[in-house]
């Protein structure tokens, strides 16, 4: 147990804190409620849960011997979530509700091109993964603690943008909401080229 808790407490600090994960679940959350969140929510994990997989099993190595890969996903995952922020927010102008919310396989692809999805999957795999046993069973072990401590954490944040539903009923209100969410997510995305 005592190997357990830094893995525990590495994947609750990288999925607690503020991500692109967890502001798109808050603007889910708000602008669609919890039923519209969930969809995203388990798409971030089997995204997490995969990219973890692939990682700890040897994807990692590509990355140390071309470091130009990781940059050029960086870079990818950094216009993706500036386009990101442009549709999120936008959501809810004039009080009409964006066409759809983020969808399970929309959330999941996504996970490949978030850069701080892949500097856990990265860590797990280079600092966490168990020494001494099969490579797929350890890679199992830190991609299902992984997810176990990351689902309550995705939750809350899109409980959190649920919460704050009533105080988004002003059109002017929520689209205020919508752009300051859309800007942390661009703020995110020009921190992850440095």
Same mark, same amino acid.
């Given at each position: #147990?005592?190997? $357990? $808790?830094?893995?525990?407490?590495?994947? $609750?600090?990288?999925? %607690?804190?503020?991500?692109?994960?967890?502001?798109? $679940? %808050?603007?889910? /959350? %708000?602008? *669609? /409620? %919890?039923?519209?969140?969930?969809?995203?929510?388990?798409?971030?994990?089997?995204? #997490? *849960?995969?990219?973890?997989m692939l990682m700890c099993v040897g994807l990692g190595s590509v990355f140390v011997a071309y470091p130009w890969a990781q940059q050029g996903l960086r870079i990818a995952g950094s216009a993706y979530l500036a386009y990101l922020a442009w549709k999120l927010s936008g959501a809810s102008v004039a009080g009409t509700q964006a066409p759809k919310a983020v969808s399970f396989a929309q959330a999941t692809v996504f996970q490949s091109l978030n850069p701080k999805s892949w500097l856990k999957a990265i860590t797990v795999a280079s600092v966490f993964m168990p020494a001494g046993q099969n490579t797929v069973v350890s890679a199992l072990q830190v991609a299902v603690i992984g997810a176990l401590v990351g689902a309550p954490c995705n939750i809350t944040w899109a409980l959190f943008g649920v919460s704050i539903r009533r105080l988004l009923l002003d059109p002017k209100t929520r689209r205020i909401f919508n752009l300051t969410m859309g800007a942390t997510l661009l703020i995110l995305a020009v921190t992850f080229l440095r």
């Open positions: #147990m005592t190997d $357990l $808790l830094p893995l525990i407490s590495y994947c $609750l600090v990288m999925s %607690a804190t503020p991500g692109p994960n967890n502001v798109m $679940l %808050a603007i889910t /959350g %708000a602008n *669609f /409620g %919890a039923r519209g969140a969930a969809p995203a929510i388990l798409g971030i994990q089997a995204g #997490m *849960f995969v990219q973890t």
